[in-house]
């Protein structure tokens, strides 16, 4: 299946089915048949799929760079080597640049397309659940800095997002589960169907089923794509949606470090702290807060590693850098699958609603 993000001259085919891994370079050299291609990977990826990418290495001539694994790992001085091995092998502005990873390779290697040469092609080929539904989509490319996560980055979006979902058959559960939270993340603003559609295939979408991930990932992504097609570069408002749990998030990961939670760890605890604020202020219903929590606690609880302290959190919020002026703002549920952004939530009310949920850890 195909679902196309309609960017006017930016616009590009996001190809989504089980097994189509060995076809990318057919695709690729009818669509970039005069090109060098370049392969960014990372080690853990390397070893697992080392024959599709020598098949890729023979079918496209590709040049490979291969980077050490991990978020620590995703910093200026990884993006700074990626030209090293490109610049040397003639790259120029035709080239184009395959991120076959997750969330950290696609977001190092779309930032060294965005700069190289002054932005050459992109194509995201997500390895992690997390990646397919959300990061490979959209066009935000970033490295992290020791000030806090994504500060150095760029709008580039891809070429062409080629989502084969058979990569996920090696994924670790724990990372499965991560990227469920993003899944239902598109559950909790894409409507009502598909908050409904996600209640309903809940434990198949766990299993892994083959024909319910493809749906659910394609509802998921088709939402994406909605929002980033009406606000590309986030500056009318509506991209904010995607940061669902988001605020909450990011001070858990600040907090513990980027490695002891995972991002969509930390997004699972988000959502449950901004559905609890929800409630707290009453933009959505208790009965239906408690749909919301049901639907969560039905995916697996990730541990964190300690009940950390709200006080602590609020600070790492206002280091967070969507905050404007001081005041971090939420997304917040509204009704069951719709969610509305707040710039004015009273930080006590943040605190309440973060110790009421962080502490039944
Ligand atoms: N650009 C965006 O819009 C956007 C959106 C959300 C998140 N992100 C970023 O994404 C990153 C998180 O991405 P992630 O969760 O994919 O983490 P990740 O890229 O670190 O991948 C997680 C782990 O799984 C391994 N892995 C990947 N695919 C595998 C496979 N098929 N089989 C076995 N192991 C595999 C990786 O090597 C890594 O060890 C964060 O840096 C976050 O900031 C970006």
Same mark, same amino acid.
């Given at each position: 299946?195909?679902i196309?993000v309609?960017?006017?001259?930016?616009?590009?085919?996001?190809v @989504?089915d089980r097994g189509?891994?060995a076809?990318?370079?057919?695709?690729?050299?009818?669509?970039f048949?005069k090109?060098?291609?370049?392969? /960014?990977?990372?080690?853990?990826?390397?070893?697992? $799929?080392?024959?599709?990418?020598?098949?890729?290495?023979?079918d496209?001539?590709?040049?490979i760079?291969?980077?050490?694994?991990?978020?620590r790992?995703?910093?200026?001085?990884?993006?700074?080597?990626?030209?090293?091995?490109?610049?040397? #092998?003639?790259?120029e502005?035709?080239?184009?640049?395959i991120?076959l990873?997750?969330g950290?390779?696609?977001?190092?290697?779309?930032?060294?397309?965005?700069?190289?040469?002054?932005g050459?092609?992109?194509v995201?080929?997500?390895?992690?659940?997390?990646?397919? /539904?959300?990061?490979?989509?959209g066009?935000?490319t970033?490295?992290?800095?020791?000030?806090?996560?994504?500060?150095i980055?760029?709008? %580039?979006?891809?070429?062409?997002?080629?989502?084969?979902?058979?990569?996920?058959?090696?994924?670790?559960?724990?990372?499965?589960? #991560?990227?469920c939270?993003?899944?239902?993340?598109?559950?909790?603003?894409?409507?009502p169907?598909?908050?409904?559609?996600?209640?309903?295939?809940g434990?198949?979408?766990?299993?892994?089923?083959?024909?319910?991930?493809l749906?659910?990932?394609?509802?998921?992504?088709?939402?994406k794509?909605? /929002?980033?097609?009406?606000?590309?570069?986030?500056?009318?408002?509506?991209?904010?949606?995607?940061n669902?749990?988001h605020?909450?998030? %990011?001070a858990?990961?600040?907090y513990f470090?980027?490695?002891?939670?995972? %991002?969509?760890?930390?997004?699972?605890?988000?959502m449950?702290?901004?559905?609890?604020?929800?409630?707290?202020?009453?933009?959505?219903p208790g %009965?239906?807060?408690?749909? $919301?929590?049901?639907?969560?606690?039905?995916?697996?609880r990730?541990?964190l590693?300690?009940?950390?302290?709200?006080?602590?959190?609020?600070? #790492?919020?206002?280091f967070?850098?969507?905050?404007?002026?001081?005041?971090?703002?939420?997304?917040?549920?509204?009704?069951?699958?719709?969610?509305?952004?707040?710039?004015?939530?009273p @930080?006590?009310?943040?605190e309440?609603?973060?110790?009421a949920?962080?502490?039944?850890?």
């Amino acid at each position: 299946m195909e679902i196309t993000v309609n960017l006017g001259p930016r616009s590009y085919p996001i190809v @989504l089915d089980r097994g189509i891994a060995a076809a990318l370079p057919i695709r690729l050299k009818n669509n970039f048949p005069k090109s060098k291609f370049g392969l /960014v990977t990372n080690t853990t990826l390397a070893k697992l $799929y080392g024959d599709l990418i020598g098949q890729w290495e023979r079918d496209l001539g590709c040049t490979i760079h291969c980077m050490p694994d991990g978020e620590r790992y995703k910093k200026l001085e990884t993006w700074g080597a990626i030209f090293d091995t490109f610049l040397p #092998a003639k790259f120029e502005r035709s080239s184009v640049i395959i991120a076959l990873g997750g969330g950290v390779v696609g977001d190092v290697a779309g930032f060294a397309a965005a700069t190289l040469m002054r932005g050459i092609a992109c194509v995201q080929v997500p390895t992690t659940l997390l990646a397919m /539904v959300d990061s490979s989509v959209g066009g935000k490319t970033a490295v992290d800095h020791a000030a806090g996560k994504n500060l150095i980055g760029a709008f %580039h979006q891809p070429r062409l997002v080629w989502i084969d979902t058979a990569f996920l058959d090696t994924l670790p559960p724990r990372e499965y589960g #991560a990227g469920c939270a993003e899944l239902l993340k598109y559950g909790f603003i894409g409507g009502p169907d598909h908050f409904d559609f996600i209640a309903a295939n809940g434990q198949s979408i766990l299993d892994g089923k083959p024909a319910v991930l493809l749906e659910g990932l394609r509802r998921g992504i088709a939402v994406k794509a909605g /929002v980033v097609e009406r606000d590309e570069h986030e500056t009318r408002g509506e991209r904010a949606l995607l940061n669902f749990g988001h605020t909450f998030a %990011h001070a858990l990961e600040k907090y513990f470090g980027f490695e002891a939670l995972l %991002h969509g760890e930390a997004v699972w605890w988000g959502m449950r702290c901004a559905c609890e604020l929800g409630r707290r202020l009453g933009t959505i219903p208790g %009965h239906s807060v408690a749909r $919301y929590e049901a639907l969560m606690e039905f995916f697996p609880r990730p541990p964190l590693p300690s009940v950390p302290p709200a006080g602590e959190l609020i600070r #790492a919020m206002q280091f967070d850098k969507k905050v404007a002026s001081g005041t971090p703002a939420f997304v917040i549920p509204a009704a069951p699958g719709s969610a509305i952004v707040k710039n004015d939530v009273p @930080l006590n009310l943040v605190e309440e609603a973060m110790n009421a949920v962080l502490s039944s850890t």
